[in-house]
């Protein structure tokens, strides 16, 4: 059975996240017009609950190989990124999040088959700033580990004198 990964950092997430979910909820259920009857009751219950339960249900991890990432409430979400599959990550900010003083992060790998589409979006972790970095520092060490490694097999005695042998094969055939 192979050994649970032990994570490098964990973010945590701002407690601003629930009345952000609430609000955004909100401007969803008032976009119809038979939501803004059910807004009432969004506000004095659902939508807390929901909102709470969402906020509980995040977290996110770094490990020294992959990025991982919890949450959902009635659709729970579990993504698992390869850290050398990272592309790009990029920090989104509205209205509402810059009221908050909270940021997404979002974080795109290479995918064929939509250009445009994110892979995951953090919203309102603490120090976003600082998890960036920290991503990107072990994305950086993971990368130059495996250009390490590769050197290393192509300096190795053993492939120096295979390559000889396969030289002296290829002068005999050549001489005959």
């Not at 009857?37 to 219950?45: A, E, H, K, Q």
């Not at 990124?81 to 990550?89: A, C, K, T, V």
């Amino acid at each position: 059975m192979a050994k649970p990964t032990e994570a490098i950092l964990t973010a945590a997430f701002s407690p601003k996240i629930k009345l952000y979910t609430l609000l955004t909820g909100s401007f969803f259920i008032t976009l119809s017009v038979i939501g803004i009857v059910l807004l009432p009751i969004w506000f004095l219950g659902l939508g807390q609950y929901i909102s709470r339960r969402y906020y509980e249900s995040l977290s996110c991890s770094l490990t020294a190989h992959h990025l991982q990432f919890k949450k959902g409430v009635m659709f729970k979400v579990e993504k698992t990124i390869p850290l050398e599959n990272i592309q790009d990550l990029t920090f989104i900010e509205n209205p509402i999040l810059k009221m908050l003083q909270l940021k997404i992060l979002k974080i795109e790998t290479a995918s064929q088959g939509h250009p445009m589409k994110s892979d995951m979006q953090l919203v309102g972790i603490i120090d976003a700033s600082d998890f960036k970095d920290a991503v990107l520092v072990q994305r950086e060490k993971l990368s130059s580990k495996a250009l390490s490694d590769s050197t290393n097999i192509h300096g190795s005695d053993e492939v120096v004198a295979l390559l000889r042998d396969i030289r002296e094969i290829l002068m005999d055939i050549r001489n005959k």
